[in-house]
């Protein structure tokens, strides 16, 4: 399974922008991209997914470069609700076993 | 709600003591899975289902685990002579096989806090 490495945490004021990069140097052919969100006392969420280029829902954008060796995922204009743990994950589509999760990156949005 | 529940939302116990958890999935969907998750950690994968039958399982899982999904509805994951190790949020999770959706979306469940004392 590739492994990702991602900042374990980040700061930002309501209104801004947030990006955050996942590195997965070793991902392989047929592995997607896949960020979860985590609120506190709650379980993980799904947020995106993709495999190559960008993909764009109501929620955020996922950006991800040709040799996709890393990936970004983009939180427009964030508000204190967005405060929570994102995860990166790789594996493939339709696997259909276990998520692996690494730390994610804490992300505390402030006013 | 059509969401995956959890019972109990939190449990306190004395060490050595058996607990007993219980998920409902949502019910369309015919893979459950078990995680456990301590503080400042992502969640770590511990068993799952399609169906009734249990097909992985971590190594995260020893033998004092046992975790069961009768006729393939709602599952239960117990742990027998609790120790303070054990204390974690339990988190289970569904998802439906087989329809070409987004890469194996799981749904989660809040979790049932077990305190070991």
């Known amino acids: 399974l590739a492994k990702t490495t991602q900042p374990i945490s980040m700061d930002s004021y309501e209104g801004q922008e947030v990006n955050i990069t996942c590195s997965h140097n070793?991902?392989?052919?047929?592995?997607?991209i896949t960020w979860y969100q985590q609120f506190p006392s709650q379980g993980p969420r799904f947020i995106i997914q993709?495999?190559?280029t960008k993909v764009t829902n109501e929620v955020a954008s996922l950006f991800i470069p040709a040799d996709r060796k890393s990936s970004t995922l983009s939180l427009p204009r964030v508000s204190l609700s967005d405060t929570a743990v994102y995860y990166c994950l790789v594996g493939q589509r339709g696997a259909g076993t276990a998520l692996i999760f690494g730390k994610g990156t804490t992300l505390s949005v402030s006013s | 709600d059509t969401g995956v529940s959890q019972d109990p939302r939190h449990k306190i116990t004395k060490r050595g003591q058996n607990v007993t958890f219980r998920c409902d999935p949502i019910s369309e969907h015919n893979r459950l899975y078990w995680y456990r998750q301590t503080l400042g950690q992502g969640p770590e994968f511990l068993t799952y289902f399609q169906n009734e039958a249990q097909l992985e399982k971590s190594r995260l899982l020893s033998d004092r685990f046992s975790a069961e999904r009768p006729k393939g509805s709602f599952s239960t994951l117990e742990i027998q002579r609790t120790e303070q190790g054990d204390s974690a949020m339990y988190l289970c999770?569904?998802?439906?096989?087989?329809?070409?959706?987004?890469?194996?979306?799981?749904?989660f469940g809040p979790g049932t806090r077990l305190t070991v004392l």
């Open positions: 999770a569904s998802s439906k096989a087989g329809t070409g959706a987004s890469y194996n979306e799981q749904f």
């Open positions: 993709g495999y190559k």
């Open positions: 070793n991902i392989a052919t047929n592995d997607y």
